[in-house]
């Protein structure tokens, strides 16, 4: 029979060996942390900043509908669209208001029966974050010839833009000022780099050129959780119609929707 060795007692680890766990079990609970933040950043940046700029977005709007009075409370009784298309004479443009200042409501229906967004003088960070569409502000009102262009994020502070990247040729936009209604429809889109401010010139891409059209262009973050490029989407206005007239047909219940009468 072969003896069994009695059992030594394990040697103590070296020092080295017990600070380097040490070491290794901060780290660890220093990248949990981390991700926990992190996760919450992300949470706060793709939800709570949405929920925030969409309560606020919905102040503006009926502040908005409270000032427009009469032609706001005339919306829900407008008549139907007539068989030809009536002719109003050239579109009314108003002098662009001040910072944050509110020109009007958005509606898209290529992005849902209740996309109402506002547009509000102004693309720096206090508008865009919290306010809806910013107008760049040396830019064209509503109706002018020239560019209207405007601004919004993609996924967070309301993402107003989420969607503009399904817009297809033909859709329309529609703009809703204390004037009236202006349709733009949709031409086309492009990806150009952050730097390409012309964009933004009165004829879109074309500095020095003197524009005979009325372009509406929209400006957005891409790809959509990022912000390497920009997404441009291009429109001409198609036509208008004054307050008095009541909302084109397809989009009167949104209008009654938004001021609050639906």
């Given at each position: 029979?072969v003896?069994?060795?009695k ?32 996760l ?5 940046q ?31 009784d ?10 109003f ?6 002098a662009?208001?001040?910072h ?19 547009i ?13 569409l910013g107008?760049?502000?040396n830019?064209?009102m509503?109706?002018?010839v ?27 936009i ?5 004037d ?18 012309d ?5 879109p ?7 005979t ?5 929209m400006?957005?973050c ?5 912000a390497?490029?920009r997404?441009i989407?291009?429109?001409l206005?198609?036509?208008w ?6 909302p ?7 209008v009654?929707a ?5």
């Open positions: 029979m003896l069994q060795e059992a030594r007692p394990a040697a103590a680890p070296a020092a080295g060996v017990v600070i380097l766990r040490g070491i290794v079990q901060v780290v660890g609970e220093l990248l949990i942390t981390a991700g926990i933040v992190l919450l950043f992300v949470a706060w793709l939800w709570w900043t949405n929920v925030e700029s969409d309560a606020k977005q919905s102040e503006v709007i009926k502040e908005f509908a409270q000032d427009l009075g009469a032609a706001a409370s005339a919306a829900p407008a008549p139907a669209a007539p068989a030809a298309p009536q002719d004479g050239p579109p009314v443009v108003s662009a208001p001040g944050a200042g509110t020109i009007g409501i958005m509606y898209i229906p290529r992005f849902g029966e209740s996309y109402t967004r506002p509000v003088q102004g693309t720096t960070g206090d508008v865009l974050d919290t306010l809806g107008h760049y502000a830019t064209a509503p109706g002018a020239g560019n209207f262009a405007v601004a919004g994020h993609r996924q967070t502070h309301g993402a107003v833009l989420d969607n503009i990247h399904t817009l297809v040729p033909g859709d329309k529609y703009v809703q000022t204390k009236g209604y202006y349709v733009y429809v949709f031409r086309n889109n492009q990806i150009v780099m952050p730097s390409r401010t964009v933004l010139e009165p004829v891409t074309l500095p020095g050129v003197t524009p059209e009325r372009f509406l262009t400006t957005s891409n790809p959509r959780f990022g390497e490029e997404i989407a291009y429109a206005l198609d036509s119609r004054p307050a008095s007239a009541g084109p047909a397809e989009i009167a219940a949104q009654a938004a001021v609050g009468r639906g």
